[in-house]
């Protein structure tokens, strides 16, 4: 696992733990310490491990999607793709916005270009002066 970027810091991930509430795919609770970090978009397929592109979900969702691209794996599974991607758009929308459950602090990340580099999360730290 040490090849990977861990963009992703704790306080994320405890923040998108709360927000989903479980796993991000089929919905299952089973403790926050048995639901895994998953890529929305698999790292093969050149997503970041960033906390807008990781989702808690269940061993099981976890194991099954592997590398399949998500829509296609939801279909597959008859999950439903449909309110997984709505829910995904909002927190992430909601974050941005810096209003997310759990407020995520992160810098704004522009939709288009998801391979342009993102700056680290900026300060909200009021400007002395
Ligand atoms: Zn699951």
């Known amino acids: 696992m040490g090849a990977v970027e861990h963009d992703l810091d704790a306080v994320q991930w405890a923040a998108l733990l709360a927000a989903w509430g479980g796993c991000a795919y089929c919905g299952a609770a089973p403790g926050a310490d048995a639901l895994q970090r998953d890529c929305v978009l698999p790292i093969s397929r050149g997503g970041r491990y960033t906390w807008d592109n990781v989702v808690p979900a269940c ?71």
């Open 59 to 129: 061993r099981s969702c976890n194991a099954s999607k592997c590398n399949t691209e998500v829509t296609a794996w939801m279909r597959r599974r008859r999950l439903d793709e449909r309110q997984f991607l709505l829910r995904h758009a909002e927190l992430r929308a909601a974050a941005r916005v810096g209003s997310a459950p759990g407020a995520v602090p992160l810098a704004a990340t522009p939709d288009v270009a998801p391979l342009a580099a993102t700056p680290d999360a900026v300060p909200l730290a009021p400007t002395p002066g």
